[in-house]
């Protein structure tokens, strides 16, 4: 009878009978995903609190990317549950000694907080949207569900006069100021849930936090600069391809002109992060090394020997070194800006690998190793879902996500005053 | 407060009061802090009787000695005197109406589990008398010389 | 009063009685004040002798079958550890299946690089050591439960709620000594209770009463006539990992600075 996390691990030397890598691919999505969202809301809040206004047509974007993150951000934790439909348990029996508890109160008030800003910020658009649809005689099921819909998302206010729209204004930076701790906290407790474990050897720092904070600042940053770029790519190929009179569409030259300054100033942001972050880990690493303690000798091993490739080469290098030359050489092209995100994405991948695989490479007993073999081809449910596969789904999610709520909140082409 | 800028935090006040209903409903109603306070008490109380209801399987040797009186008292003659019954013949249970008959375990491992030779220094396994089954009589069960009851009673 | 008015009422006075209510739920003062006294008189604690285990694993065994863990998965309540000391300073250890079957033979289990035979001649030194739960006064399992579904019982026992589990593993990560893992039939974090349905009604542990040796014992840290408590209180005895400030109950005669 094979136990939970038999299959991805092989035990080498003495390792005690019932540990295996319980935390697994999934649970590298988690913290990679809540990154993300907490990054992406992070650099909205940029513009909206510090009114850098070359990020403007960046905030909107960020901001509804980040909601549809918010709703994924879960999803790995929940894959990853023995039993999913408990999970429920979070929010109705929390025991706030633990830091997985205090996921349900960050992850609601996060919510909120993003979602009522996204409100104040389409709430004219809803309204424009709805009231021409109750004039409209003998409306479509189609017309007739776009107006329910609407209508509900306006929360039965209509009044889009001047003033109230300051006040929306108001609310947004308001709203973006509280964000950005809730931001930090929404991350900085993921941080928390490794950093806390003082049974793990690795894990155990109060740097912890601090760094996942940075490093999801950057990945979300990343995704934002990558997932514009690609948008606004599609757009042009549009423009071209339509040309279309009614100027819905704006023309290729002009997309170029406003994409080549949204990214460049963003990748100024990016950087700035960056090496906060780089600094932060390798502060943790030397501080490892010189202090020494008991648990160093089987660090020491992991760190310089079994998982060398996935941290210097993988991590530091193709993540993080590599990324910074090709954003710090003059000229700064979108082309190499984007090559610069993937490489950034994928080094913050392997940052939450290296401590989450990382820091069950080895036993509780120190004087033994864990290799884990990540399930490719599903055999079944379980290695479905803590599997490649499941990984690929829980990232390919939020994208399905944004391109649905694009809809209801268009990002590009919108008037408004904000 | 009749400003539409709130209208957001009833819509979030509303979500509150629907997880706390909710809530009200779902956890069971013996849920709470036990005597171990919040940090480490907190829990469904129900479940430590689920605990201390949970079935007995070994009885221990004090459970056989009035029906197998005989062998119980050649056991505690003899060297063996201090291996448990249901180690060798599996837990009682509630024996003999269930199960009706034990599976006793006869194969070499099991004899292998104290004689076979391990004399490390300052542990009590090398004072145990052993045999290495490469060599003493392979494949052949222990029990069909040697009396588990009664090792040193001589061979049969 | 109208309809719509009376249900309208209604819902407020049902919002009103049950909103308060459950939010109390969450922290009842009085029931906090009654957990500070320590009026207790159990304690429940554990005595290792590994100068007498011999390795044999029947304790295992037991605990397998007591306890109802499937016989042949590879996780277990409690296990056995071998520690074998050579001349030129290495410790080898292992505990194949948790040493459910023994240790019948000379070679050290190394996992995937296979074993390791060592020579009578090259040890100096080699010896058992049964592990178990350490029912910690500071059990990290217990704090780290988002659910409440891990708890102590007033008498020390950590125990987990097979009903209320998530099985999310933060108290399997907790836990320095490993002794948690995943049920395989219920899918919920499991661990040793010392045979809580057993020492409630009187009895030893399975464990206990399956060693033929005397090397486990358990008993009542409150009963100063306890013989395990007087073991405890005039002997030199020591615990498992310390340093991580989990105050372990299960003692130890004969520890070695060389037990994981």
Known sequence: MMVHGEIWTAKELFVYPNEYIYWSIQIVMYPFMTGLVAGAFVLSSLYHVFGIKQLKEMARFALVFSFALLFVAPLPIVLHLQHPFRGINVFMTPHFTSAIAAFGIVFFSYGAIVASELWFLYRKHFVEVALPLKEKQDKSVGEWLKFILFCTLTLGVYDISEEALRRDHKAIKVLAAIGIPVACFLHGYAGFIFGSVKANALWMTPLMPVIFIMSAIVSGIALCILTYTVTMEIRKFLAKRRMSPTQRFRSPEELKGVEVNVIRMTAKYLLFFMVFAISLELLDLIFRGYTAVKSWDVLRSVIYGRDFTDIFILQYAIGNLLPLILLLVPGLTIRRTLIATIFVLFGVFMMRWNVVIGGQAFSLTFAGYMHYHMPIIPTDWETFKEGLFGALSVFVLPFILFWVIAKIFPVFDLEESH | ?156 | MNRRDFLKNTARVIGGITLPLTAFKIINPRELLASTGDTEKVRWVFLVDTYKCVGCGMCVRACKLENEIPYDAKVTRTWVERYVITKDGKTHADSPMGARDGFTTSKIDLGIDGYEEIKNQDIDKGFFVPKLCNQCANPPCVQVCPVGATFQVPDGVVLVDRTWCIGCGYCIMACPYGVRFFHPVYHTAEKCTFCYHRITKGMKTACVDACPFGARQIGNLKDPNDPVTKVIMTERVGILKEEYGTKPQVYYLGLDREVK
Request: aromatic share 10%.
């Open chain 2, 1 to 156: 407060m009749k400003s539409h800028v709130y209208r957001p935090l009833w819509v979030t006040l509303g979500l509150i009061a629907i997880i706390l209903i909710a809530r009200f409903f779902y956890v069971p109603k013996d849920f709470g802090i036990g005597e171990r306070g919040y940090m480490y008490g907190w829990h469904r109380k129900g479940d430590v009787e689920f605990w201390k209801n949970f079935k007995v399987k070994y009885r221990g040797s004090a459970y056989c000695k009035d029906c197998h009186s005989e062998n119980y008292a050649k056991l505690m003659q003899s060297p063996h005197a201090i291996i448990p019954c249901e180690d060798c013949h599996s837990p009682a249970i509630d024996h003999p109406e269930n199960p009706p008959k034990l599976q006793i375990q006869k194969g070499r491992e099991l004899c292998l589990r104290c004689h076979y030779p391990l004399p490390y220094p300052t542990s009590g396994r090398a004072n145990i008398p052993s045999i290495d089954p490469d060599k003493h009589n392979p494949g052949i069960e222990c029990v069909s010389c040697h009396n588990p009851h009664n090792p040193l009673e001589g061979l049969k």
